[in-house]
T-cell receptor, first 111, second 116 residues
Framework: GESVGLHLPTLSVQEGDNSIINCAYSNSASDYFIWYKQESGKGPQFIIDIRSNMDKRQGQRVTVLLNKTVKHLSLQIAATQPGDSAVYFCAEGGGADGLTFGKGTHLIIQP | EPEVTQTPSHQVTQMGQEVILRCVPISNHLYFYWYRQILGQKVEFLVSFYNNEISEKSEIFDDQFSVERPDGSNFTLKIRSTKLEDSAMYFC??????????????FGEGSRLTVL
């Protein structure tokens, strides 16, 4: 079946470095993708989204890249800070049924 | 900043008991959702609700589950007869538009359900 999934369960980076979190999707008809951040004990928090007619979108310290050819999505976080420690989920927009989430990547920031 | 609020934050119940989880979505939002997250796993869609009726539901959302918007502010999830495997964090979310249009679902902090 179609799914949204993440390549790595854990990513450890040094504070100040850039982080890149990857996501693969299998539904070629998907046209909307979102990254969520979930801190421990909290609900998912929207970070950034991108539509399939774009290949890049930038926010504050974050950039999402979409490669439709290989069905790959990535989230880049510049100058990673301790507050960026969280689990990051990619999700696919699914119309009335909201979102289909991937498994999550735990980003750990090393001092 | 408006937010989605959920109660209780944690509920412990015996297997077979009924549980009601409550949510107050953001006031001008039109779409409401319940998701669940089993410990260490991904967030899973349960049900979406719009215009006082269910829009979509997943295979997880069987006859033991029901949702209701009893008044203009609350949105509840009822589990009629809880099973051990219902133990999870349950997230309520709301959106001004259909989740697939904008993606920006606003999530509550979650209600942790522990079934013994």
């Amino acid at each position: 079946g179609e799914s949204v999934g993440l390549h790595l369960p854990t990513l450890s980076v040094q504070e100040g470095d850039n982080s890149i979190i990857n996501c693969a999707y299998s539904n070629s008809a998907s046209d909307y993708f979102i990254w969520y951040k979930q801190e421990s004990g909290k609900g998912p928090q929207f970070i950034i989204d991108i539509r399939s007619n774009m290949d890049k979108r930038q926010g504050q310290r974050v950039t999402v890249l979409l490669n439709k050819t290989v069905k790959h999505l990535s989230l880049q976080i510049a100058a990673t800070q301790p507050g960026d420690s969280a689990v990051y989920f990619c999700a696919e927009g699914g119309g009335a049924d909201g979102l289909t989430f991937g498994k999550g990547t735990h980003l750990i920031i090393q001092p | 900043e408006p937010e989605v609020t959920q109660t209780p934050s944690h509920q412990v119940t015996q297997m077979g008991q009924e549980v009601i989880l409550r949510c107050v979505p953001i006031s001008n939002h039109l779409y409401f959702y319940w998701y669940r997250q089993i410990l260490g796993q991904k967030v899973e869609f349960l049900v979406s609700f719009y215009n006082n009726e269910i829009s979509e539901k997943s295979e997880i959302f069987d006859d033991q589950f029901s949702v209701e918007r009893p008044d203009g502010s609350n949105f509840t999830l009822k589990i009629r007869s809880t099973k051990l495997e219902d133990s999870a964090m349950y997230f309520c979310a709301s959106s001004p538009l259909a989740g697939g249009s904008t993606g920006e679902l606003f999530f509550g902090e979650g209600s942790r359900l522990t079934v013994l």
